[in-house]
């Protein structure tokens, strides 16, 4: 594996995030999800025609053709006849082109005279319509990051796609709830340089978005896609990374990927392998396999398979080795065989024997092919037609391997590595929406957002500091976490908790829950702003906050009532707590005899060890001392 040295990276932004609008991009509907079961469901088979797709994803074109359907899921309060594709789309909603012209007036950029719907083919039947709408809002923007000019290509409005809530081997199922929620894209050109470049520009770019308070948080309301290249490498686009701290890693994991592609070409020039070394003549070994204990290729022999081996002169070892951790360049082959013929069944030399396939079985193979020590093979079980057309592809791929890194789309896994999906569409293959009318940008529209921008970054950092007496550094935390609207609302709620402990709890206590794996996200702000107001309210300690938080992941619908009920949490009264004060005391009656109000520290320690959580330090503090000095006054 290499480490490609720093600075030798280009890297582009999109930052995909969701707006919190009223309603969607095309109709009435809320932009919010839904929460009660679907009430009604409808089947569509998509049926792309070969001239509107260019280069598609015949995978999913495979799917198809094997009558895979979608199945999607509606309920009236999240969709309407509109998401269902039963009626075309009304106008583009004002509030989304007016929170998109306002970031484009931030981000310096030049506003379009009109505002054009296109439609963006996807055949993956996450839209009804088999096409994505999406429009230009400005381009030709820039922003600063230490001192650098990083220019802001484009920005745009789009729609959200439906949710994929199940997967079968037959139906795919999606919710049609997001679908139609307006989505902001900010593209930014590719010249970033470092990984830790990348994970800024995000950063800063999500600042300036919320600035404009009108953008969704939580897990799915952010997505950024990723272009990456190293030198000699290839431009590979990266999709779908929820995370910003999984940005830094997933830049440095392509280009290392990249990087190891390339030590694989130069160790095959080594070994001496052209293109012309790499033949199309597969050969066909059914009945070596026809007692096989590997389920796959039983599976596949007994639906009529067969099973086709290529031979990969010189390429033993170089199969199996790893592009990065956890990724082999095996893998690489196999999914561009599984992206053109969508065979199930495929295995390289370097992991056999395995999965079932024996090592009898592996040297019958060699032996049949003729290979040689250091050559490597391929084997698929599947249809012949498919399985001939899988061989193809490995061999096309094995082909590029001599020459090149292959541009591709991948899609970004949760733990920062990726997956190839498929090769890198020349075009965005587009066409106009002519169902909705174009929307002139007027100069007074503008002129009013210019003279009614949101507060700027650095304002609202100079007033944490001084509304709410927050460090620099917690000022900061909260700015760059997606709370802050929410930690306005609860300390104005909330004039018993501290505004430090609040913005503390939403930053760090929240983090460090989420490193535990605690699904944070889920929770709602209004959900978060009853445990405060529990919390001001004195009936529990804020010390059963991360509990209580806890247990809100666990119990999405849950009140605080039943929280509190079944966690058993509830402030002692003041008379419980002088109780166990008077407990303590006279457990410890020499000591208190002995020192006095000296003995506070002790008996404060030993009441907070057994009254934690249930009672406010402060309050305890006053009624330990209160009892103390009693006791002084009447010795
Ligand atoms: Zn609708």
Known sequence: MTTSPEGSIKAGLEVHRQLDTKQKLFCACPTSLAELEPERRFLRRLRPTQSELGQV??????????????????????????????????????????????????FNARPVDEIHVMRKIVIDGSNTTGFQRTCVIAMNGAM??????????????????????????????????RLGIPLIEVTTAPVLQTPTEVEKVALAIGNILKTTLKV???????????????????????KGVQKLELLAKAVKLEADRQGTLLEVREELKKRGVGPNDLIRNYVELTDLFNETKARVVKDALSHNGVVLCA??????????????PGLRFGTEISSYAIFSAGVGGIFHSDELPGYGITQLEVEKTKTNLNLGPT??????????????????????????????????????????TSKFIRPRPSAARMYPETDVPPTTVTDELLHFLASNLPEKPEVTISRLLEK??????????????DYLQLFETIVASSPNVQPSFVATFLTETSKSLEREGVPVDVVSDEQIHDMFKFVNDGVIAKETLPELLKWQTKNPQGTMMEAIKSLGLRMLSER?????????????????????????????????????GSADPKLVTKRVKARLSE???SG
């Open 216 to 238: 969704k948080r939580g897990l799915g309301s952010v997505r950024q896609d990723l272009n990456i290249s190293i030198p000699n490498g290839a431009i590979v686009e990266i």
């Open 468 to 481: 709410y007496s927050l460090n620099q550094k917690l000022a900061k935390q909260l700015l760059d976490s």
């Open 57 to 106: 994803d015949r995978a999913a074109l495979f799917e198809f053709s094997r009558g895979k359907s979608i199945d999607y899921e509606y309920d009236h309060q999240t969709a309407c006849l509109v998401e269902c594709d039963e009626e075309p789309p009304g106008n583009l909603c004002k509030e989304a082109i007016e929170v998109c012209l306002t970031a484009a007036i931030l």
């Open 375 to 416: 050559d490597a093979f391929v084997l698929v079980a599947d249809e012949y037609g498919r399985a001939k057309e899988a061989l193809d592809a490995v061999i096309d791929r094995a082909v590029d391997a001599i020459s090149t890194v292959p541009e591709e789309t991948r899609n970004a896994l949760p733990d920062g």
């Open 144 to 177: 600063e990051i230490d001192g650098k000019t990083i220019p802001i290509d484009q920005i745009s409005l789009e729609e959200d796609a439906a949710r994929k809530t199940t997967q079968t081997r037959d139906v795919t199922g999606y919710r049609t709830d």
């Open 311 to 324: 031979k990969l002169p010189k390429f033993a070892g170089l199969v199996g080795k790893e592009l990065v």
């Open 576 to 612: 419980e707590l002088d109780d166990i004060i008077e407990r303590h005391v006279s457990k410890n009656k020499k000591l208190v005899q002995e020192k006095g109000t000296a003995s506070f520290a002790s008996i404060m320690g030993s009441v907070m060890a057994e009254v934690r």
């Open 631 to 633: 006791d002084y006054h």
